[in-house]
């Protein structure tokens, strides 16, 4: 009688896993403007359609998107349906209600928060990279303060999971469920890193969304002040995918760049914050590509020295550029090519002479913390290899502060700086 019911019980559980039309991996990143949310999650199996109910206050109004199939590269073929639907023409800053699915299956009701349009909004963001599923060391204290409200939105500087492709996507699954309690809440903005590079970034294309045509590998956005740039540092590295991805890319930057620091734009924007997974320098042990002079990234390609990206940073004067993929916390004084550019020796960080680096790829994964070498360089400023994430608040034109926090000292700011620029422009 027992054994018969723990049979049926098997039955019904195979069978009901085999057709699932149940949300799953909820999350949200920043459409074309500031005022755009698109939302994505997974099926298993295909809805009839893919549906968010939103509004300020209760489920008052729908929007509707597509899906698209997602095959695993590897040879088992495991599929999923990912869904996206873009919410248009949101009201700033205000508290929005949602769910989504459709009526063969819905997800649990969310919440976010929309960016203000008021000049004296001081936007709070969590920085990190690296970010796996084992060893997520950050992860209950991003979720803690995420659902408190602390945060507009999220940098992941790539390296997710470890892999997503791992296991035949599973291990993806897992990863975008148990960032699901952030994820859902603040846009979760990302980059690729070199953890993402199986079957040409297939999980990182067709997992995210981000702003722009390019699968989310460099793109903008506008937040308050700041304007952001997510580049891809891997198209330097696995060249097997296309020299024109380097030649695209640089072509994008340049362009972006100049649009963003036109009179106009700057003046209303005066932040460029820009950032992307393998740092231009590091000081840490190894033989990573930060641990030799001439970074591709930042002198260019092997040999031909083209498409180094640092030139651009200087002579368009961005002004914070924040790196991960080394496991560890690293500020840099303000740097350009190998010569430290302080604003004043008391005060570095006050109108400095070049753009300021922060490494900050700690957050926890399976491959532990990474050393440093024994000697502090020059240039820079402060480490630490606890486990940790960044916070950053933008005060205002001139006033930017950063803080780094220690998971392994229970939260405690173990560094913090005041970036504070009376102008912003060409450092050349
Ligand atoms: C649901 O998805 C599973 C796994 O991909 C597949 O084997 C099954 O045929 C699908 N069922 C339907 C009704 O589409
Ligand atoms: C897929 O490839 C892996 C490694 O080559 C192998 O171990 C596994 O058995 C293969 N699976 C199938 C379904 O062919
Ligand atoms: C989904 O579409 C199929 C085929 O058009 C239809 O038979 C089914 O009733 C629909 N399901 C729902 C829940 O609307
Ligand atoms: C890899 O993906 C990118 C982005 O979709 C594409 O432009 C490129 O051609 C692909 N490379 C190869 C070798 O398939
Ligand atoms: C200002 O920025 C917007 C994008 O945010 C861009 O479309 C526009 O061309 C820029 N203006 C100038 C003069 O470059
Ligand atoms: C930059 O400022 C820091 C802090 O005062 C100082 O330690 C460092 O030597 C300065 N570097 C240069 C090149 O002035
Ligand atoms: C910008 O913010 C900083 C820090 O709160 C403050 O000290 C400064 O006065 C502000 N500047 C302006 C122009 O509001
Ligand atoms: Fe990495």
Redesign the pocket.
């Known amino acids: 009688m027992v054994l018969r019911f723990v049979v049926i019980l098997c039955c019904i559980k195979l069978i009901s896993s085999f057709v699932s039309y149940q949300p799953e991996q909820v999350h949200l990143s920043y459409g074309g403007n500031p005022y755009e949310i698109v939302v994505m999650w997974s099926t298993t199996n295909q809805?009839?359609?893919s549906v968010v109910e939103y509004g300020i206050g209760g489920l008052i109004k729908q929007a509707t998107g597509l899906s698209t199939l997602f095959v695993s590269g590897d040879n088992e073929t495991r599929s999923q349906y990912i869904h996206r639907v873009t919410l248009l023409q949101l009201t700033p800053r205000s508290k929005y209600v949602y769910h989504c699915g459709?009526?063969?299956g819905w997800s649990d009701l969310f919440w976010f928060m929309t960016s203000s349009d008021e000049s004296t909004w001081t936007p709070q963001l969590a920085i990190f990279g690296d970010l796996g599923n084992e060893n997520a060391r950050s992860l209950p204290h991003l979720q803690e303060e995420v659902q408190r409200g602390m945060y507009d939105a999220i940098l992941h500087v790539g390296d997710f999971a470890y892999d997503m492709d791992s296991e035949n996507g599973l291990i993806g699954d897992e990863f975008m469920k148990q960032i699901q309690p952030i994820s859902a809440y603040v846009p979760y903005m990302t980059c690729p890193g070199n953890h993402e590079e199986a079957y040409n970034f297939s999980n990182y294309r067709a997992r995210f969304n981000m702003p722009g045509n390019s699968e989310g590998l460099w793109y903008s956005f506008n937040m308050g002040p700041v304007h952001f740039i997510s580049v891809s540092t891997e198209v330097y590295y696995f060249l097997e995918y296309g020299l024109k991805l380097v030649t695209k890319q640089y072509a994008w930057l340049e362009q972006d760049l100049q649009e963003a620091t036109s009179p106009e734009n700057r003046s209303v924007r005066p932040w460029i914050v820009m950032y992307g997974h393998r740092p231009m320098y590091c000081s840490n042990t190894g033989d990573d590509d930060c641990t030799h002079y001439g970074t591709y990234t930042r002198v260019g390609l092997p040999f031909l020295h083209w498409f180094g990206m640092e030139k651009l940073l200087y002579d368009y004067g961005v002004d914070l550029v924040i790196w991960a993929h080394e496991h560890s916390y690293e500020r840099l004084w303000p740097l350009y090519d190998y010569r430290v550019h302080n604003g004043s020796y008391e005060e570095p960080y006050r109108d400095p002479g070049a753009p300021v680096h922060i490494i900050s790829g700690s957050a926890g994964c399976k491959e532990d913390t990474s050393p440093f070498r024994g000697d502090l360089p020059y240039w820079s400023a402060f480490r630490s290899t606890d486990y940790g994430y960044m916070r950053m608040r933008i005060f205002n034109k001139t006033h930017l502060y950063m803080e780094q926090i220690s998971v392994d000292k229970e939260g405690e700011v173990i560094d913090h700086i005041w970036l504070i620029k009376n102008s912003h422009g060409s450092y050349a």
């Open positions: 809805t009839n359609e459709s009526d063969q």
